[in-house]
Each structure stands twice: as structure tokens, then as C-alpha cells.
């Protein structure tokens, strides 16, 4: 992942909270003044293996739910949310961790599509086909993505504390808890109500296993404050920064010892500086003086 972060961090979009309610925005517009248009840029997989391949990105701004005033509750919620995991984890990072959760969706998507194929066979017509994947494409949207932004909001900060119901201090660990059961209890349900609802199971089965990869791979920090957390990554990428750069450099022919391991060096005790020869130069090389 750091040899990622050095190639392509500088890429990496910061504000991704920010765009991604915008996005919402885009969404909420739609539903209102456009709403055929909005069903042509949701997560078909049928569609884009026919041509509509702009859906794999216009899923984004697909609006989880009605719009309200608990929707703009929720959505600042999960800005503050959001915008502390990118502060903490840095903005590479957490670019990581979105854009999973967006692709291993995209991936659920075409494995039900798959199995739909596999399943019904001959009775997949062309009409069915649609009909089919046009319902499921429905249960598509970033929610679930923004749901495991508070598991793993809640595993970074387990202490942290928020208002239940604007009145009760809860500790936000036992919020994500409560949370993953009802992930893990909604799955199973969808699942159970049949093949329909499969593409729902892709969704919350895509953002579970997002928070698993994250959670395996930073289970360390997770009993540490923000601060801690974030000073710990910020030394670890120094150490490896650090460790990547040359020690030792003869002077005559520039080798290092990247380029060969088993070279060695020493310093010249007759030259007018700190001169270093690899074991070939340190008895040829001609005096600095």
C-alpha cells in the first residue's frame, strides 16, 4: 500500500465526504425533476454488458432514501464523519477505503448478475433480463458505503461519544455493534425473500467485507485516541520513507548498496572530507586533498 500511496497519493481526492453528499444533491435534483433520467445512470449490470457503460461511475449520485429534514441530519452526520477518518488516516487512505467499498459493489452487482444467468438459464430472456435488473438496480446506492464509514468511524474512535436522540450520551462503539447486527440480520433477511432481493444482499454483503479488509488491516490502532492513531500511521510512513533511502554511495563509481547488497563501504581516513569508496575504489581511488 505505500508503494501505491508513492506512485499515485498524489492523486488521491481530498474533500471525498463533500463530494460525495454533493453527488447526494445531484441525485435528490433528479429524483424531482428528471426522475426517467435517473434510472439511466443507477448500477445495471445488464445495462453497461449492453452499451451503458457510464453507469459504473453515475451509480454514485443514486439518493439512498426520501428527502427530509432527517437527510440532512444524516447526511452532516456522515460529513463529520467522513471528514475526521480523513484527517486521521490521511486522504490516501481513506480514497482507499471509499473507493473499495465502490468497487467491490460493482462487483457484487455483476456476480448476481451472474448467478441469475446461471440459475434461471433460458428463462433469463431479454424482457425478463430487464425487468430484473432494472428492480435491482433500484437497491443500489452508496449507502451502504456511507454505512461502513460509520463502522469504521466507530473502530477508530470506539470512545468517542455522540447524542442518541440529540439527548443520551452513547459511546460509539456500542452504536456500531447495534449497527453490524442489523447489517448481519438485514442480509439474512433479504437473502431469504428470494433472488429479487439479491442485488440488496451485494450491497451490504460489499460494505461488510470493505470494513472487514479495514478492520484486519488496522486492528492495531484501535485502541488508540485519534491523535495517537494518527501520529502512529504518520511515523510508520516516515519509517518507511526513511528506509528507502540510499545510506552508503561510493564516490568513484556511484553504487549503492541497492544496487548490490553484498558490496561494502568504507570511509577514506587520507581524504579532505567525508569521501566513502565501495571495496573495489577504497585502496585505487586517487587521495582528495
Known sequence: MSKWEKKFGKYAIPNLTFILIACYVIGYLLNWLAPTLLNYLTLNPYAILHGQVWRLVTWVIAPPSSFDIFTIIMLLFYFNLGTSLERTWGTWQYNVYI???????VIGSFICMGLYYLILGDALTPQVANT???LGAQQFSTYFIN???FLAFAATFPDAQVLLMFVIPVKVKWLGIVYGIFLLVELVEYYSLGMYYWFAVAGIAASLLNFVVFYLKNKNYMHLNPRQVKR???FKQDIKRNSRITKHKCAICGRTEEDDPTLEFRFCSKCNGNYEYCQYHLFTHEHVK
Do not use: Q, R, V
Not at 99 to 105: N, P, R, W
Open 99 to 105: 473507493f473499495t467499498g465502490i468497487l467491490l459493489t
Open 147 to 149: 454505512m461502513s464509514i
Open 232 to 234: 502512529k500511521m504518520e
Open 132 to 134: 430484473l435488473f432494472y
